[in-house]
């Protein structure tokens, strides 16, 4: 993913969770914990760090 993308990705996040559609849940060890509001899927974030891409997964 190019720095780019992750910054539109990181938008629309921030979006979501501004809307009320996404709610963030916790912070562990450098992952940031989220659910779905609509579907109650929970996913793990975890932020790119110079060579590390970081990713967005189902929890």
């Known amino acids: 993913m190019t720095e780019q993308e992750w910054l539109d990705f990181d938008l629309q996040l921030v979006k979501k969770l501004g809307s009320n559609k996404m709610q963030h849940l916790r912070d562990v060890d450098g992952e940031h ?3 779905c509001l609509s ?5 793990k974030l975890r932020d790119p ?3 590390f891409r970081g990713y967005f997964l189902k929890a």
């Open 33 to 35: 914990f989220y659910e």
């Open 39 to 43: 579907c109650h899927e929970k996913w």
């Open 49 to 51: 760090d110079q060579g």
